[in-house]
């Protein structure tokens, strides 16, 4: 039996050491920049906690306490570039709600990763329990704040107080949802102004 120390156990060790087993801003986004990169690299195909684990130089157990499973990390290296974007607010519900569909939605998911992060979520979720959980706990987030639109035209009184905004934002969010998971974005975007008039022609009393 060799007595030579075990340099890769050595490095995994230090590598624990430094993460330890709460999170913290910089551990944490340094696993997010390897989990990036191997997306990137490898496609969602390539993509997985160990192959993330030899990115960061982390400890697989370490990644597991904080992300339970890949579709769990995956959708937080997606929230890193969602997160960095402000809904609109231009004193318009129709403005806001075109700027809310082909920026933040189609056009953020055109031709970049992000969209084939977020396609790979939602097909995850629907046979894996877990994931399906996660996915439905940022949507709800993402409703608390988009919706925020809606209530700002009630303020203004384009629309009338009892107008259901979470049903405008869900209805907005379906079709795009339905353009990503069929490959139609680049189509998609010169029917974006047509498809909020649509939804908000069923909103009584809306007037701009």
Same mark, same amino acid.
């Given at each position: 039996?060799?007595? *030579?120390?075990?340099?890769?156990?050595?490095?995994?060790?230090?590598?624990?050491?430094?993460? @330890?087993?709460?999170?913290?801003?910089?551990?944490?986004?340094?696993?997010?920049?390897?989990?990036?990169?191997?997306?990137?690299?490898?496609?969602?195909?390539? $993509?997985?906690?160990?192959?993330?684990?030899?990115?960061?130089?982390? @400890?697989?157990?370490?990644? !597991?306490?904080?992300?339970? &499973?890949?579709?769990?990390?995956?959708?937080?290296?997606?929230?890193? $570039?969602?997160?960095?974007?402000?809904?609109?607010?231009?004193?318009?519900?129709?403005?806001?709600?075109?700027? $809310?569909?082909?920026? &933040?939605?189609?056009? $953020?998911?055109?031709?970049?990763?992000?969209?084939?992060? !977020?396609?790979?979520?939602?097909? *995850?979720?629907?046979?894996?329990?877990?994931?399906?959980?996660?996915?439905?706990?940022?949507?709800? *987030?993402?409703?608390? !704040?988009?919706?925020?639109?809606?209530?700002?035209?009630?303020?203004?009184?384009?629309?009338?107080?009892?107008?259901?905004?979470?049903?405008?934002?869900?209805?907005?969010?379906?079709?795009?949802? &339905?353009?990503?998971?069929?490959?139609?974005?680049?189509?998609?975007? @010169?029917?974006?102004?047509?498809?909020?008039?649509?939804?908000?022609?069923?909103?009584?009393? !809306?007037? *701009?």
């Amino acid at each position: 039996m060799s007595n *030579e120390p075990d340099i890769n156990a050595d490095n995994d060790e230090t590598a624990r050491r430094s993460i @330890g087993a709460r999170r913290n801003p910089a551990s944490q986004e340094a696993i997010l920049d390897a989990a990036q990169a191997v997306m990137q690299e490898g496609g969602i195909a390539g $993509f997985s906690i160990e192959a993330v684990a030899r990115r960061a130089r982390a @400890g697989k157990p370490t990644i !597991y306490r904080w992300w339970p &499973h890949r579709t769990a990390l995956m959708l937080d290296v997606y929230k890193r $570039f969602k997160n960095a974007r402000s809904f609109p607010d231009s004193g318009s519900l129709r403005a806001d709600l075109i700027s $809310f569909l082909e920026d &933040h939605l189609l056009g $953020f998911w055109q031709g970049s990763l992000c969209g084939t992060v !977020y396609r790979a979520v939602v097909a *995850e979720a629907q046979t894996d329990p877990e994931a399906a959980k996660v996915l439905k706990t940022y949507q709800a *987030e993402r409703m608390a !704040y988009s919706a925020q639109m809606v209530d700002r035209a009630k303020a203004r009184g384009e629309v009338p107080a009892e107008t259901d905004g979470e049903m405008i934002v869900d209805l907005v969010v379906s079709y795009a949802w &339905h353009q990503l998971l069929l490959g139609q974005i680049d189509e998609a975007m @010169g029917r974006v102004p047509a498809v909020i008039d649509t939804i908000l022609g069923g909103v009584r009393g !809306y007037r *701009e």
